[in-house]
């Protein structure tokens, strides 16, 4: 019997009449920037209760039909993901981790009610859109094509309940260099106004709704000079920054990072450890008090601490900014090796030795 869940899907391939030009492409591509400029096509894959996963398109960018009633604009039914395609010397295209992303994706339409896209599918929907879109992704230090897919609730029905008709799409943009000029420190604003996630909430979800809730938080943190906003759980345990895993690197030797079910698990995070981990370093992944590191840094014994993301890799935290405080952090050289071996895996400069790239161009 054939597994119909998986077998390949056939996609239906609509060409963009109105694509830019070559040279309106290379404009871009100088300088991408990040999230404004999209490629010229997008995936969607339509579900609905009765029939599953079911047409399948490549189609011109462009505006979304959505009725009014659709579920996803009253209650927020939506997950979404981010992974880039990256350029190697030779010209091919490679993807990172992608069923790490598509497994997330499926935990993440659990959490939310959604249906739970194979991942034959999800990988699939990336090489189609490089198909059409393959001179989207940039061949410059430090670019890459940052893909997004996203699932929401289309269902035009204001009942609260999970909605019977789903649409999932692809969207990608070319991304430049995240720190035009060098990775530079970041100073963090301890939010203790407001948090993230509750326990047994969306926290492990990658969902718009947590990221609706950071907003006001992240607006506290610029107005008191701070670049980004670390958030801790109730019982004072550190989490993340909301877009970014947050990891502490002890004198001893160890790596350590927060670990609760309301902190997303990032997948930048994980590669990172495991590359610490090849090195003889010590990973532990636990819950990690503010007074754990705010001690820490004091006596000395945290001596780098920084956050991590797919779209800026690895970011060292140079300041801790709260209510009456404000602490320099240690910084180390531990986060940038670990950052250079990544990348370094990632475009193809060194040896993929855990087998995490997927080619997408062949
Ligand atoms: C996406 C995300 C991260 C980072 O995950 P990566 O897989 O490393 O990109 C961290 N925290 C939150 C809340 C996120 O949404």
């Not at 899907?9 to 070559?22: E, G, I, M, Q, Y």
């Not at 010209?91 to 339409?109: C, I, K, M, Y």
């Not at 035009?180 to 420190?185: F, I, M, N």
């Not at 909301?242 to 690197?249: E, K, L, P, Q, Y």
Request: hydrophobic share 40%; glycine share 10%.
């Amino acid at each position: 019997m054939t597994d119909t869940a998986t077998a390949p899907l056939t996609f239906a391939v609509t060409r963009n009449l109105a694509a830019k030009n070559p040279a309106q492409r290379e404009a871009i591509l100088q300088d991408p920037g990040f999230g404004t400029n999209f490629t010229d096509h997008m995936v969607d894959i339509c579900w609905s209760e009765g029939g599953g996963w079911h047409r399948p398109r490549v189609q011109p960018y462009g505006p979304i039909p959505l009725d009014p009633a659709a579920a996803v604009l009253h209650y927020g039914q939506e997950i979404f993901e981010g992974i880039k395609a990256y350029r190697h010397a030779d010209g091919s295209v490679h993807t990172f981790r992608p069923d790490r992303n598509a497994a997330r994706l499926r935990n993440s339409a659990r959490r939310l009610a959604l249906p739970e896209l194979p991942t034959e599918h999800f990988i699939q929907s990336l090489r189609e859109l490089v198909a059409v879109d393959l001179d989207w992704v940039p061949s410059g230090a430090d670019q890459s094509l940052y893909f997004r897919p996203f699932m929401f609730a289309k269902e035009a029905f204001l009942g609260v309940r999970p909605a019977k008709k789903v649409a999932y799409y692809l969207i990608a943009c070319p991304a430049g260099s995240y720190f035009a000029g060098g990775v530079k420190p970041v100073s963090i604003w301890l939010s203790e106004n407001y948090a993230r996630a509750g326990k047994g909430g969306t926290g492990a979800a990658k969902t718009g709704g947590n990221y609706a809730s950071s907003l006001l938080p992240q607006a506290e943190a610029y107005e008191k000079g701070c670049d980004q906003v670390v958030f801790l759980d109730q019982d004072g345990n550190v989490e993340e920054l909301g877009g970014m895993n947050v990891v502490f690197v002890f004198k001893d030797g160890r790596v350590v990072t927060p670990e609760s079910d309301s902190i997303l698990e990032g997948i930048t995070r994980d590669s990172l450890l495991q590359l610490a981990e090849d090195r003889g370093l010590t990973v532990e992944r636990r819950a990690v008090s503010l007074q754990e590191w705010r001690d820490g840094v004091a006596n000395g014994d945290i001596t780098e601490v920084f956050a991590c993301g797919t779209a800026a890799v690895v970011t060292p935290i140079g300041a801790l900014k709260g209510e009456g405080f404000e602490e320099a952090q240690p910084q180390g050289d531990l986060a940038l090796s670990l950052r250079e071996e990544l990348t370094d895996i990632q475009y193809g400069r060194r040896e993929d030795k855990h087998g995490w790239l997927v080619r997408l161009d062949a």
